[in-house]
């Protein structure tokens, strides 16, 4: 079994965000960075796709970034992967979805994967197009924001989340590009053993440029922060009352009470 | 020159951090008010690899170095001051004196269980006369055949309470101060190692702070560490790598108040604006900062030239006393920025104040550091 697993670097979500002077990013400087967390549920699955083999399975972890994006590459072998692929691009933003997954599919193309997991979307970003991209380019079957996951031979059976709630259950058979929802598994931590381990395992680095893409489809004109909206309702009066006035602000607006 | 960590250090860091924020954080208050660490967080913590940071693959440990072991130290500290000694007074305490002087036998025994928190390490070195001057020993050993038998007290042995591994130290004959002293391996179960009682403290009350009683505990020669004479030398040695770990907690617990202040100095609105927008807070945060980047610098270095076989025992002293002093005085300041809300015991500053005043006292109290860099520089 081969597993590919490609994950990003993103920004804290804790920090504070700046539109760059360009004004089609954020600022990078001060931020702290880490890896994104729909895809650490992309690892969390790949691994233990490989335990349920019996660790018959080979795991490559790949990313697109700039130096700072092997720290993410690292964290995906001390949770398990086998073997990782770093490939640079010291300004990634500027590549759109499309060009991102013709990376991807351009390295994976002749590797055989049989199962390439990736999270729903990056929190950056956050367009999560390139999973299903990567499959159409590959070949591959795909299943999206999917939070439960069981392999049977070459057949997956697979749960994934709908709109308005519902789940759905697919089962269809490998090659296969999942992207995975929050609530799929609890991702381990990588143990400093593990971590140590990591520092021996295979880093393969590669340039953007050594994989001819197309331009880009998208260009991003504008990036700005929303405006700000006026303040919160308060209301007033004694408990009866505000309790009224809530009850009906909330059928009115909240579609769960209907 | 690189002050960056290294990408390696990065992923360590920030793992490690993950971990403390889900496991170790939600539980600091609860291990102050009942005076221990639940056994499970130990289970979790040592199943993390945080028992065995820098000991070698080949004894059970990760096999990282003493910046990754720092590291650990100050990402726990953070949260949990009583976690964080926990992990310093096992590795740098324990572990480590066996690791440097013991036989390939006594490390093959000793280290794999500890490595993995099988057994917790303790020091059994202090004694009621005896704590910065341990050349004055009471503690006794005799020899009976090959075997030594001890006699004497112990207080203050941090970990105490888990009857593990402890190094214990001994005098053949008081008169002989510092030349008379051995060191030992002991394990806590033994017959003959009796626990006295638990102390009850200001601070770091997660932890066991022991005091024992030795009643002819009997020992084989195989639990000799080192050489006959050589215990005071260990002690030494040890205690110049224990300030890492404690200079480490000390960062940790400064580093956790100042966030909380810095967040709250945000939220916190009188007289119409955020308290942060006065100065008198402004200057206080500059100063928290300061120290507590000039202690990280010091603490990383002391740490980078103990892994390097470098000389460090002048650096170690200097980042004991600089992140100790820091840990008291930003956590002082931390209380202070939160006002009556900082003496509550929801917003943790306070216990972050209790637990700091420590770091200025054991392993050496900052006396002791000074006297420790001033002969350095004077010899």
Same mark, same amino acid.
């Given at each position: 079994?081969?597993?590919?697993?490609?994950?990003?670097?993103?920004?804290?979500?804790?920090?504070?965000?700046?539109?760059? %002077?360009? *004004?089609?990013?954020?600022?990078?400087?001060?931020?702290?960075?880490?890896?994104?967390?729909?895809?650490?549920?992309?690892?969390?699955?790949?691994?233990?796709?490989?335990?349920?083999?019996?660790?018959?399975?080979?795991?490559?972890?790949? %990313?697109?970034?700039?130096?700072?994006?092997?720290?993410?590459?690292?964290?995906?072998?001390?949770?398990?992967?086998?073997?990782?692929?770093?490939?640079?691009?010291?300004?990634?933003?500027?590549?759109?979805?499309?060009?991102?997954? %013709?990376?991807?599919?351009?390295?994976?193309?002749?590797?055989?994967?049989?199962?390439?997991?990736?999270?729903?979307?990056?929190?950056?970003?956050? %367009?999560?197009?390139? *999973?299903?991209?990567?499959?159409? @380019?590959?070949?591959?079957?795909?299943?999206?924001?999917?939070?439960?996951?069981?392999?049977?031979?070459?057949?997956?059976?697979?749960?994934?989340?709908?709109?308005?709630?519902?789940?759905?259950?697919?089962?269809?058979?490998?090659?296969?590009?999942?992207?995975?929802?929050?609530?799929?598994?609890? $991702?381990?931590?990588?143990?400093? $053993?593990?971590?140590?381990? /990591?520092?021996?395992?295979? @880093?393969?680095?590669?340039?953007?440029?050594?994989?001819?893409?197309?331009?880009?489809?998208?260009?991003?004109?504008?990036?700005? $922060?929303?405006?700000?909206?006026?303040?919160?309702?308060?209301?007033?009066?004694?408990?009866?009352?505000?309790?009224?006035?809530?009850?009906?602000?909330?059928?009115?607006? /909240? $579609?769960?009470?209907? | 020159?690189?002050?960056?960590?290294?990408?390696?250090?990065?992923?360590?860091?920030?793992?490690?951090? #993950?971990?403390?924020?889900?496991?170790?954080?939600?539980?600091?208050?609860?291990? #102050?008010?009942?005076?221990?660490?639940?056994?499970?967080?130990?289970?979790?913590?040592?199943?993390?690899?945080?028992?065995?940071?820098?000991?070698?693959?080949?004894?059970?440990?990760?096999?990282?170095?003493?910046?990754?072991?720092?590291? =650990?130290?100050?990402?726990?500290?953070?949260?949990?001051?009583?976690?964080?000694?926990?992990?310093?007074?096992?590795?740098?305490?324990?572990?480590?004196?066996?690791?440097?002087?013991?036989?390939?036998?006594?490390?093959?025994?000793?280290?794999?269980?500890?490595?993995?928190?099988?057994?917790?390490?303790?020091?059994?070195?202090?004694?009621?006369?005896?704590?910065?001057?341990?050349?004055?020993?009471?503690?006794?050993? =005799?020899? #009976?055949?090959?075997?030594?038998?001890?006699?004497?007290?112990?207080?203050?042995?941090?970990?105490?309470?888990?009857?593990?591994?402890?190094?214990?130290?001994?005098?053949?004959?008081?008169?002989?101060?510092?030349?008379?002293?051995?060191?030992?391996?002991?394990?806590?179960?033994?017959?003959?190692?009796?626990?006295?009682?638990?102390?009850?403290?200001?601070?770091?009350?997660?932890?066991?702070?022991?005091?024992?009683?030795?009643?002819?505990?009997?020992?084989?020669?195989?639990?000799?560490?080192?050489?006959?004479?050589?215990?005071?030398?260990?002690?030494?040695?040890?205690?110049?790598?224990?300030?890492?770990?404690?200079?480490?907690?000390?960062?940790?617990?400064?580093?956790?108040?100042?966030?909380?202040?810095?967040?709250?100095?945000?939220?916190?609105?009188?007289?119409?604006?955020?308290?942060?927008?006065?100065?008198?807070?402004?200057?206080?945060?500059? #100063?928290?900062?300061?120290?507590?980047?000039?202690?990280?610098?010091?603490?990383?270095?002391?740490?980078?030239?103990?892994?390097?076989?470098?000389?460090?025992?002048?650096?170690?002293?200097?980042?004991?006393?600089?992140?100790?002093?820091?840990?008291?005085?930003?956590?002082?300041?931390?209380?202070?920025?939160?006002?009556?809300?900082?003496?509550?015991?929801?917003?943790?500053?306070?216990?972050?104040?209790?637990?700091?005043?420590?770091?200025?006292?054991?392993?050496?109290?900052?006396?002791?550091?000074?006297?420790?860099?001033?002969?350095?520089?004077?010899?």
């Amino acid at each position: 079994m081969k597993i590919l697993v490609c994950i990003k670097q993103v920004p804290d979500m804790e920090s504070r965000f700046r539109v760059n %002077s360009a *004004g089609t990013w954020y600022e990078e400087q001060d931020l702290a960075f880490r890896l994104n967390e729909y895809d650490e549920y992309a690892i969390e699955q790949a691994v233990r796709v490989k335990e349920g083999l019996g660790g018959a399975a080979d795991i490559t972890v790949l %990313s697109i970034g700039p130096d700072r994006a092997v720290e993410a590459i690292k964290k995906g072998l001390a949770m398990g992967g086998d073997r990782g692929v770093h490939i640079k691009a010291d300004q990634p933003h500027q590549m759109d979805a499309w060009q991102i997954a %013709s990376l991807i599919a351009a390295f994976a193309r002749d590797k055989n994967f049989d199962l390439i997991f990736t999270g729903l979307q990056s929190q950056d970003r956050g %367009s999560g197009q390139v *999973g299903g991209m990567v499959a159409e @380019l590959l070949g591959f079957a795909c299943v999206t924001t999917v939070v439960g996951f069981e392999l049977n031979g070459a057949v997956a059976a697979i749960r994934r989340e709908m709109e308005g709630g519902l789940r759905g259950v697919v089962r269809l058979a490998l090659p296969l590009v999942v992207t995975c929802q929050l609530g799929l598994n609890t $991702p381990r931590y990588p143990t400093l $053993p593990n971590i140590m381990k /990591a520092k021996q395992k295979e @880093l393969l680095t590669f340039q953007a440029a050594d994989f001819p893409v197309g331009d880009s489809l998208v260009q991003t004109e504008k990036m700005y $922060p929303p405006e700000k909206k006026g303040r919160g309702l308060v209301l007033e009066g004694d408990v009866n009352e505000l309790a009224d006035k809530l009850a009906a602000i909330l059928k009115e607006k /909240a $579609p769960a009470l209907r | 020159m690189d002050f960056e960590l290294s990408q390696d250090h990065k992923v360590l860091q920030s793992s490690v951090r #993950d971990f403390v924020e889900k496991e170790v954080k939600p539980l600091a208050i609860q291990i #102050d008010e009942q005076h221990a660490i639940p056994d499970e967080l130990v289970r979790k913590m040592s199943a993390m690899g945080f028992l065995g940071s820098y000991l070698p693959e080949a004894y059970g440990g990760a096999g990282l170095d003493i910046l990754s072991y720092a590291i =650990v130290v100050e990402e726990v500290s953070k949260a949990c001051a009583s976690s964080g000694i926990l992990i310093s007074a096992h590795t740098s305490l324990a572990c480590d004196p066996i690791l440097q002087f013991g036989t390939e036998e006594q490390k093959r025994k000793y280290l794999p269980p500890l490595a993995c928190g099988e057994k917790i390490g303790c020091i059994l070195l202090t004694e009621s006369d005896a704590g910065s001057d341990p050349a004055n020993l009471s503690t006794t050993y =005799v020899k #009976d055949g090959s075997d030594f038998v001890i006699n004497g007290n112990k207080i203050f042995v941090t970990n105490g309470g888990y009857r593990g591994t402890g190094i214990l130290f001994a005098t053949f004959d008081k008169s002989l101060k510092h030349k008379g002293i051995s060191a030992f391996i002991v394990d806590l179960q033994s017959e003959g190692v009796e626990i006295l009682r638990h102390e009850s403290k200001l601070g770091i009350r997660g932890t066991y702070t022991t005091a024992f009683a030795l009643n002819n505990l009997r020992l084989p020669a195989s639990c000799l560490l080192g050489s006959e004479g050589q215990g005071f030398k260990i002690a030494m040695e040890t205690l110049n790598g224990g300030r890492i770990g404690v200079s480490a907690q000390a960062l940790g617990i400064a580093e956790g108040a100042f966030e909380r202040a810095r967040n709250y100095s945000k939220e916190r609105v009188q007289f119409g604006r955020p308290i942060r927008e006065q100065q008198a807070i402004q200057f206080k945060l500059a #100063d928290m900062y300061m120290r507590i980047e000039t202690s990280r610098l010091a603490v990383y270095q002391a740490a980078w030239l103990k892994g390097n076989k470098k000389p460090y025992i002048l650096e170690s002293a200097l980042c004991k006393l600089h992140a100790s002093e820091t840990a008291t005085f930003v956590t002082k300041e931390a209380l202070q920025i939160h006002g009556g809300y900082g003496y509550v015991t929801e917003y943790e500053v306070e216990r972050m104040y209790r637990d700091a005043k420590i770091t200025e006292i054991y392993e050496g109290t900052s006396e002791v550091q000074r006297l420790i860099i001033a002969k350095a520089l004077l010899s």
